[in-house]
Each structure stands twice: as C-alpha cells, then as structure tokens.
C-alpha cells in the first residue's frame, strides 16, 4: 500500500518490484527494550506457578467429587440389588418340583392360576414342575 500510494520508494524491474532504502534508515533490526529481561522472566514464572497452583487445586476438586459420586453410585447399587432380590427365602419345595408318580394314561395339563397372595408364583412353579413331569 505504502508503494501505491507514494510514501516508499521502489523500482520496477522485469515484473518485480524493489524497495528503496535511503541511508537514514538501518538496515538491520535493532530493538530497545523498555525493561530488563531477568524482571520479564521473573513476573512470567511466577505467573506460570499460580496457574500450575491454580490447576493443581481444580483438579483436587475435581478428583474429591469423582470419588463421591463413585461412593454414591456403590451405595445405589447395593440398593437396587436389596430391592430387586426376592423378600422371601426360597424354599426347597420351590426350588425343586414335588416328585409324581407317573401315570402316562393321565397325563392332563393344570392351568396355571395366578393368585394375589405371593402374586401367583408358588402356585405357578407347583403347576409348571406338575406338568413336567407328567409329560416324561
């Protein structure tokens, strides 16, 4: 831009386009510092700690509420398997079906009936081992 409007020299030469530097103007890349750079270093060190620190204590945090909700979600666990196992210890005759003599003439199917009591299961299991083993 600089070029287009006027305020830098240059010439044009065989498609390329050089710019003119005058003898007031260095040559090379000479830069002042305003402050020393042993104080720049220090302030960004110290910067650099406080964050680490900082980090460091968000992921304390982070890591005391990981271990809570672990904690919490064992809990619900042990819960749910209380809830979901059976309020009532199984019986051997509910575990293994009530040995029938077998007559094969006779062999008739019970219907299963659902009863309000234990919600129909005994009865059910009974009806289901009796059906079993008057089909064998």
Do not use: C, W, Y
């Not at 672990?70 to 005759?93: F, G, H, Y």
């Amino acid at each position: 831009m600089r070029i287009k409007r006027g305020t830098l020299r240059s010439e044009r030469q065989a498609g390329r386009v050089f710019v003119l530097l005058g003898s007031d103007r260095p040559t090379e890349h000479t830069t002042e510092r305003t402050e020393p750079t042993e104080d720049r270093t220090a302030q960004l060190i110290a910067t650099l700690q406080e964050q680490l620190a900082e980090e460091r204590e968000a992921r304390r945090r982070a890591d005391t509420i990981i271990a809570q909700l672990a904690r919490a979600n064992e809990e619900q666990a042990r819960t749910i398997r209380e809830l979901e196992a059976p309020s009532e210890p199984l019986s051997e005759a509910r575990e293994s079906p009530e040995t029938v003599e077998e007559e094969p003439e006779r062999a008739e199917r019970v219907p299963l009936r659902h009863g309000r009591g234990s919600g129909g299961r005994t009865e059910a299991v009974v009806a289901q081992a009796h059906t079993e083993v008057t089909e064998r």
